[in-house]
């Protein structure tokens, strides 16, 4: 079988490809525009493996075209601008990748009698829950609240109409938060790694109460495959580990694992429209295709932060290189909101 996998540069996308080769599940055609986030330092193990396709997936030209030549069976489709806090400074870039890039993907699809089309969400898209809240379940309102999850949750519509109009074979997929090697350094944990490794002080939004269910990649990639295989068309399934853990906890853990005392921790204002928690209930792709998620948090973090310390020329180099795209978009967003007047949003 060929299976298109777009965003296979990126963080998940990359440990996904990797499992595919490893498994010899089938020949994965990449397709990653190489934004600041994709990598193909993460492929390099697999290189002989996959065909790779440098591709905007806004741009349906060239996608036509790598459609047409490759004759796809299948897509899995992770490629998206993922980062909440860029998506504040920059709603409509996230809008380009995430709402038209899918629908293009979709078009495309209905056009080359896709087979499967395996659509990646998050559970951003459900909004936020309350401390004692049950967890959110597939049948559950929409109810984004960045631009980030509200492209996201756009694109999961699109999905939605290209099943119940065209009857394309479509599967949504709506992961918690992932962690693990190959994260780009913008995202919680490799920054606070970056950060602690270097005795930097860490910035932690709000009181540090926010709380996030974390998944091991690798978990997330065997979960992504196990839907692949035995998920059923026109269904949505949430993957997460049960792994509830506030912010401050997590950042302590890293710490704890560095030999590096709280002193480093310094509180930063709360990221605008910051949700409080995300956790979500994970028994239909549990009853349905047997998947679990197999790695602890206690194991998984020891993993990540070993792996990061091996690697710290690539972490350091990310981490410089992000901070130097987000200054940029801050600046374009001052300027914007001098020129616009507009003052509600510090
Ligand atoms: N990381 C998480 O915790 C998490 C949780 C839930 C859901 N997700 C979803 O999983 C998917 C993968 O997330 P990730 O963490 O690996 O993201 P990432 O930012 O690490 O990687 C995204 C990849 O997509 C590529 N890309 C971006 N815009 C593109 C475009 N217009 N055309 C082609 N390629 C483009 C990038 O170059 C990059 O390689 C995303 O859809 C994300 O919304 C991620």
Same mark, same amino acid.
């Given at each position: ?111 080359? &009698?896709?087979?499967? *089309? ?6 951003? =898209?459900?909004?936020? $829950?309350? !401390? %004692? ?78 709380? &996030?269910?974390?998944? *091991? ?6 979960? =992504?495959?196990?839907? $692949?295989? !035995? %998920? ?115």
């Amino acid at each position: 079988m060929k299976v298109i996998v777009t965003g296979a540069a990126g963080f998940i996308g990359s440990a996904f490809t990797r499992l595919a080769v490893r498994k010899g599940a089938f020949n994965p055609v990449c397709i990653d525009a190489l934004s600041y986030a994709g990598d193909l330092e993460r492929l390099e193990q697999i290189n002989e493996k996959i065909t790779f396709h440098q591709a905007d997936i806004a741009d349906k030209t060239r996608l036509a075209e790598i459609f047409s030549a490759e004759k796809p069976q299948a897509i899995v489709h992770f490629a998206a601008e993922t980062h909440v806090d860029r998506s504040i400074l920059d709603p409509a870039s996230f809008i380009r990748a995430n709402v038209i890039g899918t629908e293009n993907l979709l078009e495309l699809a209905l056009e080359h &009698r896709i087979e499967k *089309f395996i659509h990646i969400s998050t559970d951003e =898209v459900y909004g936020e $829950l309350s !401390a %004692g809240e049950e967890k959110f379940r597939e049948t559950g309102c929409l109810l984004p609240n960045s631009p980030y999850s509200a492209s996201k949750a756009s694109a999961d519509m699109f999905v939605r109409a290209f099943r119940k109009t065209y009857g394309l074979p479509v599967t949504t997929i709506r992961p918690s938060n992932n962690y693990g090697p190959w994260q780009y350094p913008e995202k919680l944990i490799p920054l606070v790694i970056a950060k602690a490794l270097r005795g930097e002080k860490i910035p932690m939004y709000g009181k540090g109460e926010n709380i &996030r269910t974390w998944l *091991f990649v690798e978990d997330c990639a065997e979960a =992504v495959m196990s839907v $692949l295989e !035995a %998920g059923r068309q026109g269904e949505t399934y949430n993957i997460g580990s049960n792994e509830e853990k506030m912010n401050r906890d997590v950042i302590s853990a890293i710490l704890r694992l560095l030999g590096k005392g709280e002193e480093l921790i310094t509180f930063v204002a709360d990221r605008p429209g910051h949700d409080f928690r995300y956790a979500v209930d994970t028994c239909k792709i549990e009853k349905e295709t047997g998947w679990k998620p197999r790695v602890r948090f206690e194991e998984g973090i020891e993993r990540t932060v070993q792996w990061y310390r091996q690697m710290s020329d690539w972490l350091f180099k990310k981490e410089a290189e992000a901070k130097a795209f987000t200054e940029q978009l801050r600046g374009r967003f001052e300027e914007m909101k001098t020129r616009k007047g507009f003052s509600s949003f510090s």
